[in-house]
T-cell receptor
């Protein structure tokens, strides 16, 4: 059953703590993305990776970090430097051949208090 | 120039009616325009997409109309059903950049 999994679905952290969100895909897609979604706003790109061991900053990368050590995995770390981390985080992937079509995971809702 | 403006913010339609959501863009380099459907607490799902060399694309009850000269595109949901109640996002992409620019979303409610 191919798809994108994100875990956990809900995550709670205290302010000042780093937290890592998981994203795994078994679609054999080369490209992976992290978006942030806030109420009343569209999805905003945090980071993206086109190939293993390479990634680029998106529009709102400050306070976030990523790694891409395996094709299937693209974890996102929300650091304590992120001023407003509470949000819905979405991971997506696309194949290099038809990179236009991005497929999303179910999301992780992070709450920082 | 990188914005995609989406309207309306919310929409209420009677069952069986036509839902219309509009998006406008400035950057003529955009060459792919997808629409996503998102239910509460879920990730967006690709609904339908169009490229600028086509003026209309239909898939079942969903149609994209594209006006290249006006730099506008719209989603039409025919015979709207309560199950269509969701938030819809338009997006635009420049080929080879792997980046989408999303609209702010339209919350659709279809009344039974």
């Amino acid at each position: 059953d191919g798809g994108i999994t994100q875990s956990p679905k809900y995550l709670f952290r205290k302010e000042g703590q780093n937290v890592t969100l998981s994203c795994e895909q078994n679609l054999n897609h080369d490209a992976m993305y992290w978006y942030r979604q806030d109420p009343g706003q569209g999805l905003r790109l945090i980071y993206y990776s086109q190939i293993v061991n390479d990634f680029q900053k998106g529009d709102i990368a400050e306070g976030y970090s990523v790694s891409r050590e395996k094709k299937e995995s693209f974890p996102l770390t929300v650091t304590s430097a992120q001023k407003n981390p509470t949000a819905f985080y979405l991971c997506a992937s696309s194949s290099a051949v038809s990179s236009y079509e991005q497929y999303f995971g179910p999301g992780t809702r992070l709450t920082v208090t | 120039q990188q914005q995609v403006k989406q309207s309306p913010q919310s929409l209420i339609v009677q069952k069986g009616g036509i839902s219309i959501i509009n998006c406008a863009y400035e950057n003529t380099a955009f060459d792919y325009f997808p629409w996503y459907q998102q239910f509460p607490g879920k990730g967006p799902a690709l609904l339908i997409a169009i490229r600028p060399d086509v003026s209309e694309k239909k898939e079942g009850r969903f149609t994209i109309s594209f006006n290249k000269s006006a730099k506008q595109f719209s989603l039409h949901i025919m015979d709207s059903q309560p199950g269509d109640s969701a938030t819809y996002f338009c997006a635009a992409s420049i080929g080879g950049t792997y980046k989408y620019i999303f609209g702010t979303g339209t919350r659709l409610k279809v009344l039974a």
